[in-house]
T-cell receptor, first 115, second 116 residues
Framework: AQKITQTQPGMFVQEKEAVTLDCTYD???????LFWYKQPSSGEMIFLIY??????QNATEGRYSLNFQKARKSANLVISASQLGDSAMYFC????????????FGTGTRLLVSP | EAQVTQNPRYLITVTGKKLTVTCSQN?????MSWYRQDPGLGLRQIYY???????DKGDVPEGYKVSRKEKRNFPLILESPSPNQTSLYFC???????????????FGDGTRLSIL
C-alpha cells in the first residue's frame, strides 16, 4: 500500500527566509510520481511541483524546489525567499503506475510566514 | 480558461435528504475523481472514473454514488446523507495515461457540505 507521511503539522518562517517542508513516502512500485499542492485559506488546491521516480535531477519551479532522496524515500519541498502569500496548507501526494491515477495525500503541513 | 467547476460551493442540509454535487471539466480529460478532505486526514479518494461509463471505488466510497454519462461531467450523489459526510469535497481531472506522468490533476475549488 502507498502512504505519504508529513510529520510537521505546522511550520513558522520569517519573510524572505527559506523553509523546508518534510515528506516521506512508502511504496513498492518502482515507478511513481510525487506532487506538492498548496491550499490557501480560500480552499482551492494549487499544483506546485512534480518529481518522477526516474528523474535524475531534483525538480524546480521558480521559488519551489523538491529535495528528492530516493533511497531515503523522501521528497521535501523547499520554498526559498518566503513571502506572506506562501502562508497556506501544503500537501505532499503520490501517484503510481498501479494506483489508477489515485493521488495518495499526506495530512498536510500548515505554513505561516511572518513579516 | 481550463477549469474544473463544482457546484454548489457551500451547502447545509439535513440527514436523509438526497443531494448531488456537480463537477464539470472543459479540458477533455478522461480521468475524473472525487476526494473528501477532513482535518488531520488529508484528502481521500471516494470514487474515480477512467472514462465515460467507467467508474470504480476509491478508499472511502460508502454512502456515495457517481455516474459518468458524459466525458465532461462527473456528479457525486449522496442518496441519504449523514452527519459523518460533513466534509470538504474536491473534484479533480487529468488526462488518462498509461504510466506515471508529470501531468497534475486539476482540482475544482471545493464544495463544503454540512449535514445536520
Amino acid at each position: 500500500a502507498q502512504k505519504i507521511t508529513q510529520t510537521q503539522p505546522g511550520m513558522f518562517v520569517q519573510e524572505k527566509e527559506a523553509v523546508t517542508l518534510d515528506c516521506t513516502y512508502d511504496t513498492s512500485d518502482p515507478s511513481y510520481g510525487l506532487f506538492w499542492y498548496k491550499q490557501p485559506s480560500s480552499g482551492e488546491m494549487i499544483f506546485l511541483i512534480y518529481q518522477g521516480s526516474y528523474d535524475q535531477q531534483n525538480a524546480t519551479e521558480g521559488r519551489y524546489s523538491l529535495n528528492f532522496q530516493k533511497a531515503r524515500k523522501s521528497a521535501n519541498l523547499v520554498i526559498s525567499a518566503s513571502q506572506l502569500g506562501d502562508s497556506a496548507m501544503y500537501f505532499c501526494a503520490m501517484i503510481s503506475d498501479t494506483g489508477f491515477q489515485k493521488l495518495v495525500f499526506g495530512t498536510g503541513t500548515r505554513l505561516l510566514v511572518s513579516p | 480558461e481550463a477549469q474544473v467547476t463544482q457546484n454548489p460551493r457551500y451547502l447545509i442540509t439535513v440527514t436523509g435528504k438526497k443531494l448531488t454535487v456537480t463537477c464539470s471539466q472543459n479540458m477533455n480529460h478522461e480521468y475524473m475523481s472525487w476526494y473528501r478532505q477532513d482535518p488531520g486526514l488529508g484528502l481521500r479518494q471516494i470514487y474515480y472514473s477512467m472514462n465515460v461509463e467507467v467508474t470504480d471505488k476509491g478508499d472511502v466510497p460508502e454512502g456515495y454514488k457517481v455516474s459518468r454519462k458524459e466525458k465532461r461531467n462527473f456528479p457525486l450523489i449522496l442518496e441519504s446523507p449523514s452527519p459523518n459526510q460533513t466534509s470538504l469535497y474536491f473534484c479533480a481531472s487529468s488526462t488518462t495515461i498509461g504510466h506515471t506522468s508529470n501531468q497534475p490533476q486539476h482540482f475544482g475549488d471545493g464544495t463544503r457540505l454540512s449535514i445536520l
